[in-house]
């Protein structure tokens, strides 16, 4: 699919059929996310990749948003090896994580595989509840699947403002 198809027809999938995501399809996104620039070229992200039932039940317990999807995929960031910007405001962890989880979201969609960014859950309660080690923080869930009948995206979704409001040229 051409890039400007796959950013414009990717949508937030929130209701997932139990069809099965093919291997290859999921390593061609994890891949997505391996070749994702990070700084310095720390790569302090860790993709957990859940299947299991168990863990799927762990995940359910801690967010309402899995919508049913068959996998999901938390994208955590190692705190102890990330790079602190000048002025010691800022590191790169959360912004490496999401440049890795964008990269993966466009590949699902290349893929043909839907997927929903998720974050309305306590990181610290989903880290215990999967038991994810403490130098680890959870940046984001990522659902993965196909949609299920009659699942589209949200009304609001092709709503978008004007460029000439979200962009200034200095």
Same mark, same amino acid.
């Given at each position: 699919m051409e890039f400007k198809e796959v950013v414009k027809n990717r949508f937030s999938c929130k209701k997932y059929s139990s069809r099965k995501l093919e291997a290859a399809k999921l %390593?061609?996104?994890? %891949?997505? !996310?391996?070749?994702?620039?990070?700084a310095k070229n720390l790569q302090e992200q860790h993709v957990y990749v859940v299947?299991?039932? %168990?863990?799927?039940? #762990?995940i359910d317990a801690v967010t309402p948003c899995r919508y049913g999807a068959p996998v999901v995929l938390v994208v955590a960031f190692d705190k102890d090896n990330v790079f602190t910007y000048p002025g010691g405001k800022r590191d790169s962890g959360v912004e490496d994580a999401t440049i890795v989880a964008t990269h993966m979201i466009l590949a699902a969609a290349d893929e043909g595989v839907d997927s929903c960014?998720? *974050?309305?859950?306590?990181?610290? #309660?989903?880290? %215990?509840?999967i038991d994810l080690p403490e130098n680890e923080e959870i940046l984001m869930l990522l659902d993965l699947g196909y949609a299920a009948e009659g699942a !589209?995206?949200?009304? *609001?979704?092709?709503?978008?403002?004007p460029l000439a409001e979200t962009v200034s040229y200095l």
């Open positions: %390593e061609a996104i994890l %891949e997505a !996310g391996r070749l994702a620039p990070t299947q299991s039932e %168990e863990i799927l039940t #762990k960014w998720i *974050n309305f859950f306590d990181p610290d #309660k989903m880290a %215990e509840a !589209g995206p949200l009304p *609001n979704h092709s709503s978008r403002k």
